[in-house]
């Protein structure tokens, strides 16, 4: 698609190309709408069953225990990536990331009682390692710059995993079933032609 405009490098012939944008999804506000509506439906609710003392109080635990657990999940990243620049290597501590703790922290921090329930689920560890696993399977199907950035970030986790437990790192290359076959396959081929 182009734009119409000459091309500011004085190519004759050649215009400026605006790059591609993707479409976002039309039913994205609908469903932020929806959420909306569902939260202040729920605190509603509550607000009659219990009183408005009950909802104010709800609201306000959950946005302290949503900066807590932020907290606590961002000190354990600072604590990781120092631990990591360290000669010895990575902590023994190897649970995983710490972002689906502070997302989970954010929903807490986020009015209504559906955002907390989510964000709940999010720190519950067998529910978390359900949607970590999840979201691994989506990231690597979908691709795209996320795609990319969570392969490469698994792939550095697990160098990280080739170290000695006494820091040393041990010198190597990791080679896969792939790698083996399409090696065996170059020296019969080398073989053939002597």
């Given at each position: 698609m182009t734009?119409?405009?000459?091309?500011?490098?004085?190519?004759?012939?050649?215009?400026?190309?605006?790059p591609v944008r993707r479409r976002r999804s039309p039913l994205l506000p609908l469903g932020v709408a929806a959420w909306a509506l569902l939260e202040i439906y729920l605190l509603t609710l509550l607000g009659r069953l219990a009183g408005g003392l009950t909802v104010f109080?709800?609201?306000v635990a959950g946005l302290v225990l949503g900066a807590l657990v932020i907290k606590r999940a961002g000190s354990?990243?600072?604590?990781?990536?120092v631990a990591s620049m360290r000669p010895e290597g990575a902590p023994a501590d190897d649970r995983g990331g710490n972002g689906l703790a502070m997302l989970g922290g954010l929903l807490l921090m986020v009015p209504g009682l559906a955002s907390d329930v989510v964000g709940l689920l999010c720190l519950f560890p067998p529910t978390a390692a359900l949607r970590r696993k999840g979201a691994g399977r989506y990231?690597?199907?979908?691709g795209g710059p996320f795609g990319e950035a969570f392969q490469e970030a698994r792939a550095a986790q697990e160098r990280m995993r080739m170290r000695r437990p006494d820091g040393k790192v041990v010198p190597?290359?990791?080679v896969s079933e792939e790698d083996e076959e399409r090696a065996g396959d170059r020296e019969r081929r080398d073989g053939a032609d002597d």
């Open positions: 734009t119409g405009r000459p091309n500011p490098y004085g190519i004759q012939g050649a215009t400026s190309v605006r109080l709800v609201l354990r990243a600072w604590q990781r990536l990231l690597r199907r979908r190597g290359e990791v």
